[in-house]
């Protein structure tokens, strides 16, 4: 699966034929490669073979087409962690980067868009700046690739219903590509008990996703892509302090005009819900030339966060109701080129910056309290609060790629990033620098050296807020309340790709990363809305191994890492922590609540023309969980298989794919988390076996 993705093209000419035109696509194509190389960072590659035998196909979640990459740990919220680090991808399509959004539970991708997709984790090169945890890299699907339209239908348990259609195609110098899918379910968020069914957990979902190419000539082109979704997720309610079956429940909390003993009230009842919207564009220019390539790309990106709560139950169970509106707004523009200064030198350089706009509306409902603790009152008080925040980020770089024989590569570089914002302002340069050696033809060892700067996403709560919530069943922990830093980190990585049969590779790969204001987030309430905290010292080191084998129609992978983290006394938003947890994790370091030690993945899959069947294995050790994260949820490992045939003669249209998976085929109960842990608020379980078909025709 490790490996460089690489584009064949014949050379362009001048004339416009339908075959000729997509000879124009491929050199632009392969061209924008090398403006964005790996130069010694690990890149794993997935494509259309390795989605395929991925449970669901396309139709799966994008979080599951990573977790079959070495070094990848599946979370709560669809979320996984690559190397240790909570959050820090930076997301790029087609090589631009996408504007970072709120993190709450819809994906940032669609696995329908995606022709191939690299993950970067390493020491990264100078271009790539901000989030360096890992760089997904997604080549979207063109009208060129996309042979058929499409229209598939996709469901099966939990009330899965997935409509979407695919269309393309070339018309001239034009080429157009669009996804547009709708989903329903009865498991949009886990589940937060081991029931097989969830209650109160139905999500809605609609996407649509535009890609437009023109190209001007045969050394130039213009590109915009377009995204927009909206996602309406029932809050399950969670029965770990409250028992749905008992009548004699107990309410914690007196509210005036509220009957405790209303059947209704019951927390099963409970209706909180969420809604989250976001839309991007991006406007592209390339041009290519003998030795300089370039591109342009000024981007848009909106995105909001509506937590609606259930004002009744909320207040006599939690003794809160608040109502959240968190927006980010975001423009900016990105230019990036590749020159042939010499024989040997290939000179890249490029600047970027963004203007980031967050706001967060709360309308809360709480109790008094007395000194000690104690409701005060049964009538709540209304805390209105609109706080927002800004942030400009920017970054330039200059790298060199010295081939300094035909098989030692050396890539050295250094970037500038700053970061300034309405409670932060932090600069630093970066150098960069990796070496790659192929010895022989199968191996090849590559060693490097990065510097990173990460800022925070710009959601700090000033100190004004948490005064007007004093005295109320909604007060912080404590009252300390630092800025979150930018993290600045030094990262070494080294690895060797051996090529053992032209069918048969392994990689091993190890990896350490010291950082100063190690950022992390945390759920510190029951909307999901991820806020940033750090640490002020922290450490993470590790080792991946991953295997890949393809012979005819035979296609296997196996693989293996292993992580460990260590951080040490939270310096930032320190209110959101329990005193006595604070004062453990200042004089301890402890490891870090997304922490999965050992992880493995693998799968073998079988593929004809017409038929596809897979066996697939997801093993995890558990996340930490605990007073300062000193616990660790139980291990746990699910099996998944699947099967799909193409029916070719068909009275309409063209071939139609029937498909069947079976995800956790032998019904494992596994817990992600059990709602402790440093920043974590709720339970959550793994899914439980479920069996989805499918139906794609083409037309």
Do not use: C
């Given at each position: 699966?490790?490996?460089?993705?690489?584009?064949?093209?014949?050379?362009p000419?001048?004339k416009?034929?339908?075959?000729?035109?997509?000879?124009?696509?491929?050199?632009?194509?392969?061209?924008r490669?090398?403006?964005?190389?790996?130069?010694?960072?690990?890149?794993?590659?997935?494509?259309?073979?390795?989605?395929?035998?991925?449970?669901?196909?396309?139709?799966?979640?994008?979080?599951?087409i990573?977790?079959?990459?070495?070094?990848?740990?599946?979370?709560?919220?669809?979320?996984?962690?690559?190397?240790?680090?909570?959050?820090?991808?930076?997301?790029?399509v087609?090589?631009v980067?996408?504007?970072?959004?709120?993190?709450?539970?819809?994906?940032?991708?669609?696995?329908?868009i995606?022709?191939?997709v690299?993950?970067?984790?390493?020491?990264?090169?100078?271009?790539?700046?901000?989030?360096?945890a890992?760089?997904?890299?997604?080549?979207?699907?063109?009208?060129?690739?996309?042979?058929?339209?499409?229209?598939?239908?996709?469901?099966?348990?939990?009330?899965?219903?997935?409509?979407?259609?695919?269309?393309?195609?070339?018309?001239?110098?034009?080429?157009?590509?669009?996804?547009?899918?709708?989903t329903?379910?009865?498991?949009?968020?886990?589940?937060?008990?081991?029931?097989?069914?969830?209650?109160?957990?139905?999500?809605?979902q609609?996407?649509?996703?535009?890609?437009?190419?023109?190209?001007?000539?045969?050394?130039?082109?213009?590109?915009?892509?377009?995204?927009?979704?909206?996602?309406?997720?029932?809050?399950?309610?969670?029965?770990?302090?409250?028992?749905?079956?008992?009548?004699?429940?107990?309410?914690?909390?007196?509210?005036?005009?509220?009957n405790?003993?209303?059947?209704?009230?019951n927390?099963?009842?409970?209706?909180?819900?969420?809604?989250?919207?976001?839309?991007?564009?991006?406007?592209s220019?390339?041009?290519?030339?003998?030795?300089?390539?370039?591109?342009?790309?000024?981007?848009?990106?909106?995105?909001?966060?509506?937590?609606?709560?259930?004002?009744d139950?909320?207040?006599?169970?939690?003794?809160?109701?608040e109502?959240?509106?968190?927006?980010?707004?975001?423009?900016?523009?990105?230019?990036?080129?590749?020159?042939?200064?010499?024989?040997?030198?290939?000179?890249?350089?490029?600047?970027?910056?963004?203007?980031?706009?967050?706001?967060?509306?709360?309308?809360?409902?709480?109790?008094?309290?007395?000194?000690?603790?104690?409701q005060?009152?049964?009538?709540?008080?209304?805390?209105?609060?609109?706080?927002?925040?800004?942030s400009?980020?920017?970054?330039?770089?200059?790298?060199?790629?010295?081939?300094?024989?035909?098989?030692?590569?050396?890539?050295?570089?250094?970037?500038?990033?700053?970061?300034?914002?309405?409670?932060?302002n932090?600069?630093?340069?970066?150098?960069?620098?990796?070496?790659?050696?192929?010895p022989?033809?199968?191996?090849?060892?590559?060693?490097?050296?990065?510097?990173?700067?990460?800022?925070?996403s710009?959601q700090?709560?000033?100190?004004?807020?948490?005064?007007?919530?004093?005295?109320?069943?909604?007060?912080?922990?404590?009252?300390?309340?630092?800025?979150?830093?930018?993290e600045?980190?030094?990262?070494?990585?080294?690895?060797?790709?051996?090529?053992?049969?032209?069918?048969?590779?392994i990689?091993?790969?190890?990896?350490?990363?010291?950082?100063?204001?190690?950022?992390?987030?945390?759920?510190?309430?029951?909307?999901?809305?991820?806020?940033?905290?750090?640490?002020?010292?922290?450490?993470?080191?590790?080792?991946?191994?991953?295997?890949?084998?393809?012979?005819?129609?035979?296609?296997?992978?196996?693989?293996f890492?292993?992580?460990k983290?260590s951080?040490?006394?939270?310096?930032?938003?320190?209110?959101?922590?329990?005193?006595?947890?604070?004062a453990?994790?200042?004089?301890?370091?402890?490891?870090?609540?997304?922490?999965?030690?050992?992880?493995?993945?693998?799968?073998?899959?079988?593929?004809?023309?017409?038929?596809?069947?897979?066996i697939?294995f997801?093993?995890?050790?558990?996340?930490?969980?605990?007073?300062?994260?000193?616990?660790?949820e139980?291990?746990?490992d699910?099996?998944?298989?699947?099967?799909?045939?193409?029916?070719?003669?068909?009275?309409?249209?063209?071939?139609?794919?029937?498909?069947?998976?079976?995800?956790?085929?032998?019904?494992?109960?596994?817990?992600?988390?059990?709602?402790?842990?440093?920043?974590?608020?709720?339970?959550?379980?793994?899914?439980?076996?479920g069996?989805?078909?499918?139906?794609?025709?083409?037309?």
């Amino acid at each position: 699966m490790k490996k460089t993705a690489s584009i064949n093209a014949a050379v362009p000419r001048q004339k416009t034929s339908h075959s000729e035109q997509i000879s124009v696509v491929g050199h632009l194509n392969r061209e924008r490669a090398h403006i964005f190389p790996g130069l010694g960072a690990v890149d794993y590659n997935i494509g259309q073979q390795q989605i395929t035998a991925t449970p669901g196909g396309q139709n799966a979640a994008f979080s599951q087409i990573l977790l079959r990459v070495p070094g990848v740990v599946l979370d709560s919220y669809g979320e996984v962690h690559v190397r240790g680090e909570h959050g820090g991808l930076t997301y790029r399509v087609n090589g631009v980067l996408l504007p970072e959004g709120l993190n709450g539970f819809g994906q940032e991708i669609d696995t329908r868009i995606i022709q191939s997709v690299d993950l970067l984790t390493g020491t990264l090169p100078a271009q790539f700046g901000f989030r360096t945890a890992g760089v997904v890299d997604v080549t979207t699907k063109t009208g060129e690739n996309l042979k058929h339209n499409q229209v598939s239908l996709y469901g099966g348990s939990y009330n899965t219903f997935v409509p979407s259609l695919q269309f393309g195609g070339q018309h001239g110098k034009l080429d157009y590509f669009t996804t547009l899918s709708f989903t329903r379910n009865n498991i949009g968020i886990e589940n937060p008990s081991n029931t097989f069914r969830a209650v109160h957990d139905v999500t809605k979902q609609e996407k649509a996703f535009s890609y437009l190419s023109w190209h001007i000539d045969d050394k130039s082109r213009v590109t915009l892509l377009t995204s927009a979704s909206y996602a309406d997720f029932e809050i399950p309610n969670s029965f770990k302090t409250f028992d749905a079956n008992s009548p004699d429940y107990t309410t914690i909390y007196d509210t005036a005009g509220v009957n405790p003993h209303d059947p209704s009230m019951n927390w099963a009842n409970l209706n909180d819900s969420q809604t989250e919207q976001n839309y991007y564009a991006v406007l592209s220019y390339q041009r290519t030339t003998d030795k300089m390539n370039f591109q342009a790309s000024p981007y848009f990106r909106y995105g909001r966060i509506d937590y609606t709560p259930d004002r009744d139950r909320d207040l006599i169970y939690q003794g809160v109701s608040e109502h959240e509106v968190n927006d980010f707004t975001t423009g900016g523009m990105q230019f990036d080129l590749s020159y042939e200064i010499a024989r040997y030198h290939t000179l890249r350089a490029g600047l970027l910056g963004q203007y980031t706009s967050e706001r967060l509306d709360t309308n809360t409902l709480a109790f008094p309290v007395d000194e000690a603790g104690n409701q005060s009152s049964n009538v709540p008080a209304r805390l209105i609060d609109n706080t927002g925040n800004w942030s400009v980020e920017a970054g330039a770089y200059i790298q060199d790629e010295y081939k300094i024989t035909g098989n030692l590569t050396f890539n050295y570089g250094v970037r500038y990033d700053r970061f300034a914002s309405s409670f932060d302002n932090e600069g630093q340069l970066s150098p960069r620098a990796n070496m790659v050696w192929k010895p022989t033809r199968n191996t090849t060892l590559h060693l490097g050296y990065s510097r990173y700067f990460a800022p925070p996403s710009p959601q700090y709560v000033y100190p004004s807020t948490l005064a007007k919530f004093a005295g109320t069943t909604n007060a912080a922990a404590n009252t300390v309340n630092d800025a979150t830093k930018v993290e600045k980190s030094h990262y070494v990585d080294g690895g060797i790709l051996q090529r053992i049969t032209p069918e048969f590779q392994i990689t091993l790969d190890a990896y350490a990363k010291w950082a100063h204001n190690l950022t992390d987030l945390g759920q510190f309430g029951r909307a999901v809305i991820l806020a940033p905290f750090s640490y002020r010292r922290g450490l993470v080191y590790g080792a991946e191994f991953g295997s890949s084998w393809r012979h005819g129609p035979w296609s296997l992978f196996g693989n293996f890492s292993y992580v460990k983290t260590s951080a040490r006394d939270i310096n930032s938003a320190q209110y959101q922590f329990d005193p006595a947890e604070l004062a453990y994790i200042k004089k301890h370091a402890i490891q870090l609540d997304h922490q999965g030690e050992f992880t493995a993945t693998a799968g073998a899959s079988w593929a004809t023309k017409y038929d596809m069947a897979y066996i697939d294995f997801v093993y995890g050790y558990g996340l930490r969980s605990g007073f300062a994260n000193l616990k660790k949820e139980p291990q746990y490992d699910v099996f998944n298989a699947g099967y799909q045939h193409s029916f070719t003669k068909v009275p309409f249209g063209h071939d139609i794919k029937i498909r069947v998976d079976v995800v956790n085929l032998f019904d494992k109960r596994y817990q992600l988390r059990d709602g402790s842990g440093v920043g974590i608020y709720q339970a959550q379980y793994g899914q439980r076996r479920g069996t989805f078909f499918s139906a794609v025709s083409e037309f």
